[in-house]
């Protein structure tokens, strides 16, 4: 159980100006400080996506994702809230494969500029990682308010999340690990 577990990041929104970017880059860097997990970042800006190519094979054009994901012990996605849901070019990214989440799990970070820090797109987000084959973890990270968590260099201001981010994260390495023996076993 000593192995690292590898488990992308994805940051689920291409929008200029991305408040998002603070809150993704800062949940990286704090896995990164681990040393039960081996991070890699992934941001949905960097996906030439298709117009009309969608459903089985199209994963082959995306190698670095795909081949990633296959790796991966353990996914997190990092999500705006928009209009009470999820960005769509997230969706366009999740949906270019399929069985390769299959039991793993997923830990999920929402942030709003509201009061309710995307606790609305992660409800919105479970039944689609579900369908996925995701397991998602129970302990959300939620960044409300965004515009007042970071300084202009990206620091938090807000202490209070360096033991959020603790408890967001052995949760996600217990549901890594877990899937990851099932996987290896059953
Ligand atoms: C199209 C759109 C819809 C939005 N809908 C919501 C919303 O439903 N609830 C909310 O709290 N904030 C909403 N926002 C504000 C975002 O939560 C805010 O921009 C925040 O900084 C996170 O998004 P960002 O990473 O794009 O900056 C919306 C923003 C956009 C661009």
């Known amino acids: 159980m ?10 689920g929104t291409n929008r200029k100006d991305r408040q998002s970017d603070h809150v993704a880059k800062w949940v990286f860097a704090k896995m990164q400080e681990r040393d ?17 190519h969608y459903g089985t094979e199209i994963g082959h054009h995306f190698p670095e994702w795909r081949d990633a994901v296959i790796r991966a012990d353990g996914l997190v996605i ?28 997923v830990a999920l970070v929402g942030v709003s500029a509201g009061p309710w820090g995307g606790t609305r797109v992660i409800e919105s987000l479970v039944p689609m990682v579900r369908e996925l084959g995701l397991a998602v973890t ?39 690990r877990a899937l990851k023996w099932g996987r290896e076993n059953l």
């Open 2 to 11: 000593s192995e690292k577990l590898y488990v992308p990041v994805l940051l």
């Open 36 to 52: 039960d997990m081996e991070p890699v970042y992934f941001d949905v800006r960097d996906f030439d996506l298709p117009r009309d």
């Open 78 to 105: 990092v999500t705006p809230e928009y209009n009470h849901g999820y960005p769509g070019a997230l969706k366009s990214v999740l949906d270019l494969l399929l069985k390769e989440y299959i039991h793993k799990a």
């Open 138 to 176: 129970f302990t959300d990270l939620n960044f409300p308010k965004v515009g007042t968590k970071f300084d202009e260099d990206g620091n938090l201001l807000d202490d209070a999340y360096q033991k959020r981010v603790k408890g967001f994260l052995d949760e996600l390495v217990w549901m890594a």
